[in-house]
């Protein structure tokens, strides 16, 4: 990983050293175009003084006497030398044009030489800033490296934590942090499934090897053995309701394959009926007020979802107390007395084989499985579960909000 991360650098580098170095390199040529095009002139003035020598032949011709006077006559001289009102302009021209022209080959020579020098040490500092640059762009990419080759099971809570400026790099580490928070959660929620589900599964089994070790050793009477015959069967039914649960519960989670509608106020209709002799015997009263609803779903999870959320306002009740189950446009909603909830304690209720209160085994106590698959079916639709304790009364208010429900 380190690899990538030092490739991914050195092309950063390369790109970042090419942009430079390009324009550096545009502006040394278009230094050297605008001195080169001004050069000459420039030079032409200084050797002339402030008369351009495009204006010498304009000048007005010297008198032939004064520069005798002037000049010495040479005693060598065979012929008389031409006038030097025709020569003096020419020559002048001849000399500044020669002058102007040897400066403005030394003066362009010795520009270049300095501009590739300059270039050159241009370059290099352009590919050492452009190293350092993609250093520091890239550094939160290689904490982010580090801390996703070290993770394991074991190490899910650390965080990279980046300290920097907000920007896309910073928002890839907030995001990783957050999906490590999520994997942590998930990962513990299975632990503890699988744990739960160890536990809950064991039990039966300890069950009934010591009702088959303990309670038909000897010369059992028939009566002993009706009795452990009858207590064998409740811990085989409790068994076949943990991995029923169970079972239902990873095929929610998997999602449905087809979707029908369901109208899920004859589900709830249904699903009190199912438990009104049970209701009665705790001495619970089931009421429900069924507006329409139709959602688009399965059948058979949908059923589960709505006995469940009743079974559990029968169960988790007090003597006396009451079930009110309503549906309609938001939903389902399903509110029942019962003993006092802390509202720390709710979500925590959701999870497969938690209840507020430890198991005692007790014939149709429950393995806990009611409320989380509960929740599971409503992901399955795409619906909202919602829980909160009830200010007066006890108990626990349920709703499970559908998004495409048709009242």
Do not use: C
């Not at 050297?32 to 304009?58: D, H, Q």
């Not at 599971?376 to 559908?402: C, K, M, Q, Y």
């Amino acid at each position: 990983m380190k690899r990538v991360v030092t490739g991914e650098r050195a092309r950063l580098t390369a790109l970042y050293g090419g942009l430079l170095l390009l324009a550096g390199a545009l502006l040394t040529g278009v230094v050297y175009f605008l001195v080169k095009e001004g050069l000459y002139s420039s030079i032409s003035l200084a050797v002339t003084g402030t008369v351009p020598a495009r204006r010498l032949g304009e000048l007005p011709s010297p008198d032939p006497s004064a520069l005798a006077s002037a000049v010495p006559a040479s005693p060598v001289t065979a012929s008389p030398a031409p006038s030097a009102a025709t020569t003096l302009p020419s020559e002048v021209l001849a000399i500044t044009r020669s002058v102007s022209g040897a400066a403005e080959s030394a003066a362009l020579e010795r520009l270049l030489t300095v501009s590739l020098i300059v270039l050159l040490v241009y370059a290099v500092l352009s590919v050492l800033l452009a190293w350092w640059m993609a250093g520091r762009v890239l550094r939160p990419v290689a904490v982010i490296t580090e801390t996703a080759r070290r993770l394991s099971g074991e190490n899910l809570h650390e965080r990279i934590a980046l300290d920097g400026p907000p920007g896309e790099l910073k928002r890839l580490a907030d995001t990783f942090d957050g999906m490590l928070g999520r994997m942590e959660g998930l990962v513990s929620a299975q632990q503890r499934f699988a744990a739960n589900a160890a536990h809950e599964l064991r039990t039966p089994v300890a069950v009934q090897r010591a009702a088959a070790e303990i309670g038909l050793a000897g010369d059992p009477s028939p009566e002993r053995v009706a009795r452990i015959r009858t207590k064998l069967i409740e811990v085989a039914d409790d068994s076949e309701r943990i991995i029923e649960g169970l079972l239902l519960l990873a095929a929610s989670d998997q999602g449905l394959r087809e979707r029908r509608p369901v109208a899920v106020h004859e589900v709830a209709r249904r699903a009190a009926e199912a438990m009104g002799t049970e209701a009665a015997e705790r001495r619970v009263t089931v009421s429900v007020r069924a507006r329409p609803l139709t959602v688009d779903g399965d059948a058979v999870l949908l059923d589960r979802l709505v006995h469940n959320l009743v079974a559990n306002g029968v169960r988790h009740n007090v003597p006396g107390g009451r079930v009110e189950v309503r549906t309609g446009p938001g939903g389902i909603e399903v509110t029942n007395t019962g003993p006092e909830i802390p509202g720390e304690t709710v979500p925590l209720l959701f999870e497969p084989f938690r209840r507020l209160t430890e198991r005692t085994h007790a014939p149709g106590e429950g393995a806990g499985l009611g409320l989380s698959i509960v929740a599971s079916i409503a992901r399955a639709h795409d619906a909202r579960t919602e829980a909160h304790p009830n200010p007066e009364g006890g108990g626990l208010t349920v709703r499970v909000r559908f998004g495409g429900g048709k009242g």
